[in-house]
T-cell receptor
């Protein structure tokens, strides 16, 4: 059974600092890995999807890397802003189903 | 843009009631999913459906059933609601192509069972 871990559980940084969020998974036979953002009381918004054959994906200030062999992914958010405050979830697909981490809650202080 | 709509944002029901949560997607996706989200436990898959009238159990199907009579609509049914089913319920959909496509989520239904 796939286990997904996100460390740290919570993070607080001053505005402008770069954010580094970590995700690890136990079964490396994945199809893809997806990073989501969740605002309080809301659903999930997909940020980036990395296929198993890819090493990284970029979108604006966001960059996600994938090292499938070691079971790790990292989400980098450059020059953080207060609007980046949210919970970030990592999810891996071993088939059509996703296994989620518990998330990292980020607070960016103005 | 894909739109996944859940019929209620907030719902309060009583123990023993039969509860229906509805989800509709507008992108002709084959796959639809129901998750529940609890603090400290993350998202857990309840059921998913890969076609009309087809369903498969997820990780925590006990106490739930589902219905998919039309491609765009996937319903989650709590046969006899209990207080431990108080949770945030999230619906998602995805398409089937050569590679596994991202899942798109609705805004969630926060269900309270009293």
């Amino acid at each position: 059974k796939q286990e997904v871990t996100q460390i740290p559980a919570a993070l607080s940084v001053p505005e402008g600092e770069n954010l580094v969020l970590n995700c690890s998974f136990t079964d490396s036979a994945i199809y893809n890995l997806q990073w989501f953002r969740q605002d309080p009381g809301k659903g999930l918004t997909s940020l980036l999807l990395i296929q198993s054959s890819q090493r990284e994906q970029t979108s604006g200030r966001l960059n996600a890397s994938l090292d499938k062999s070691s079971g790790r992914s990292t989400l980098y958010i450059a020059a953080s802003q207060p609007g980046d405050s949210a919970t970030y979830l990592c999810a891996v697909a071993n088939d059509y189903k996703l296994s989620f981490g518990a998330g990292t809650t980020v607070t960016v202080r103005a | 843009d894909v739109k996944v709509t859940q019929s209620s944002r907030y719902l309060v029901k009583r123990t023993g009631e039969k509860v229906f949560l509805e989800c509709v997607q507008d992108m002709d996706h084959e796959n639809m999913f129901w998750y529940r989200q609890d603090p400290g436990l993350g998202l857990r898959l309840i059921y998913f459906s890969y076609d009309v009238k087809m369903k498969e159990k997820g990780d925590i199907p006990e106490g739930y059933s589902v219905s998919r009579e039309k491609k765009e609509r996937f319903s989650l049914i709590l046969e006899s609601a209990s207080t431990n089913q108080t949770s945030m319920y999230l619906c998602a959909s995805s398409s089937i192509t050569g590679v596994i496509q991202p899942q798109h989520f609705g805004d969630g239904t926060r269900l309270s069972i009293l």
